[in-house]
């Protein structure tokens, strides 16, 4: 073989295995995480730890507390639209005694709701069915367990437009304390779409 029949040979092998690789990746996520410090009125409900995963289908929140015994309530605010000032959606997660029992519904809202009155937020809101949306306790063990929920782009998009970008906000309660992350009132950084 002549040595230009072997470099065409070799390039093409190059530009095959190129593509190959380039195909074969898998789509990426991105990600963002905070920690939070301590409630100095520590409870069930300090959080430590939320990550926001913006994959392709789905927008992932993982939410980690201080302690095991779980909490009596959580809110995952989640704003889409840049120019609005608050969250567009709100996954309402309630947990039961038992570790296993949850319950948790989507809203549609305009903005974070009357301080005083946590309810006023799902009150002015609108339910949205959101097939595949899920919330569930994942026990690792002491100081590992953790909350995860998970709602499909679809049900958080605009005018029929899945958002390109999201953030998030995360407020929990237990025996009437609140804590918030990454604060009260306060989104975490904007985490495009994987």
Known sequence: MSSRIITRLL???????TVGALVA????????QVRDGDNPRRNAADISLVRVDHAPRNVFTDVRFHQNSGYD???????????????????????????????YALYRINAFGDAASDHRLFATGRSVRCRGAEA???????????????????????????PRKVRVSVRAFSDRVRDWAPGRREFGRWVGRG
Not at 138 to 158: E, I, N
Request: with cysteine; net charge positive.
């Open 11 to 17: 390039a093409g092998l190059v530009a095959a295995l």
């Open 73 to 103: 309530e959580m809110h995952v605010l989640i704003d889409t639209r840049p120019r609005n000032r608050g969250p567009e959606f709100a996954l309402w997660v309630t947990m039961a005694e038992n570790r296993g029992g949850t319950a």
């Open 25 to 32: 990746t898998p789509a990426h996520a991105e990600v963002w």
């Open 136 to 162: 569930r306790w994942v026990w690792r063990g002491p100081q590992q367990d953790m909350f995860t929920t998970k709602v499909p782009r679809s049900c958080l998009a605009t005018r029929g437009t899945a």
